[in-house]
């Protein structure tokens, strides 16, 4: 028998909570389907779940809110002994995870496939000692997370001004990457470090991303004019091609797209970092690893 517990955010997105746990609790008891509502916890600490699941024969843990919510519940539930669901009813301002994964924004039709119980292990991976399930990054697009932060409004309008705000600032950082047994070095506006496709939003950065082929897409956007920029971005969101091989043959490329287990990035000017679009602090060095299979995820895409 399922029991599901559902993790809402009093405040991720916009608006309509109460109206949002109407609709959970009519629909969950629909399916006569045993359920909790619980707030998620300010502090980002759901260690509780693992005992919650002991005790109350917990099959599915629901996150109604953001990345970052669903990162730190993700982590909580690693290693527990019997395999839990996770399951997202997107409530963030980016959503690249759920929108990866092919989880509708509409909290109606997000229920139905919670519902109908099929899940898909998906991979993660550790960027130092920290847990992230979709998405780090180095650079300009971690400059907009740490300012999105700090704003006083959410939503994707304050996300794209601040975007382009950034834009006409942002400047390069050196960086001595690490990979697949070959080091070379690159001034860069960013690097992203993909399990998913997405930046969020729909926005696609590593086109040839999968949640569960046990690999990270690793994206360098390097020195370049910013209206050429702007072209060159289009151009990998369109058809971004993986590189079979690195160094200083590629120096000349605008974007370099890699795929391994693991890499290696030296961070000398310490440029800012997020982990699934929450700020996060920098550091000099960073080793980044896959964790296959981490992930019990209700999701749409099964192929």
Partial sequence: MRHIVYLINPISGTGGKASLKTLISRSTEEQRIHYSIVETHPTGDYHFLRE???????TDVVVVAGDG??????????GIPVPVNLGIIPRGSGNGLAFAAGIPKDPRKALDIIFTNRYKYIDAFYVNEQ???MLSGLGFDAQVAHDFARSGTRGLPTYAKISFRNFFAAKTYPFEVYINGQQFNTDAYFISIANSNQFGN?????PEASLGDGMLDIVIVQDMSKWRLVGSILRQIRNGKVQRHY???D???DILYFQAKSL????????????DGDPWPGNDTFTIQVIP???RLLQANQG
């Fill in 52 to 58: 919650k699941i002991k005790l109350e024969y917990v």
């Fill in 69 to 78: 919510t669903v990162r730190q519940v993700a982590k909580a539930l690693q």
């Fill in 264 to 275: 290696v990035i030296r961070n000398p000017k310490l440029a800012p970092l997020h982990i």
């Fill in 247 to 249: 160094g200083l043959s």
């Fill in 202 to 206: 729909h926005f696609t950065i590593a």
């Fill in 293 to 295: 299979k981490a992930i």
């Fill in 131 to 133: 847990f992230c399930c």
């Fill in 251 to 253: 120096s000349s490329k």
